[in-house]
Nanobody, 126 residues
């Protein structure tokens, strides 16, 4: 059973930066993909970024591409999300997730992620 714990959320002004961290209890053989998802009040959970823990390939949601960077430290079982140029639309609860590969790919879709952290809140003020 993989356990995930996020940290690094907080309040920041528009244009600012935050770095989220996710500590994973272990990377089992079934875990090939790690990712960040977010959910704003009244909205559905959306994919932010994913990374293939073996090959290192990444993918991003359209709204964050060019501003956010996902990275990992496999030695420490850590996942990171560097968020730059934040705006009010980025305000949400951010979740770390772990999942399996699908036909050789990690897919930015919560249906393919079976392990979730409790979330960390990010609030961006104008």
């Amino acid at each position: 059973q993989v356990q995930l714990a996020e940290s690094g959320g907080g309040s920041v002004q528009a244009g600012g930066s935050l770095r989220l961290s996710c500590a994973a209890s272990e990377y089992t053989d079934s875990i090939h993909c790690m990712g960040w998802f977010r959910q704003a009040p009244g909205k559905e959970r959306e994919g932010v970024a994913i990374i293939n823990t073996r090959a290192g390939g990444t993918a991003y949601g359209y709204s964050v591409k060019g501003r956010f960077t996902i990275s990992q430290d496999n030695v420490k079982n850590m996942l990171y999300l560097q968020m730059n140029n934040l705006n009010s639309e980025d305000t949400a609860m951010y979740y770390c997730a772990a999942g399996s590969i699908v036909r050789s790919y990690c897919i930015l879709d919560q249906r393919y992620f079976g392990y979730w952290g409790q979330g960390t809140q990010v609030t961006v003020s104008a």
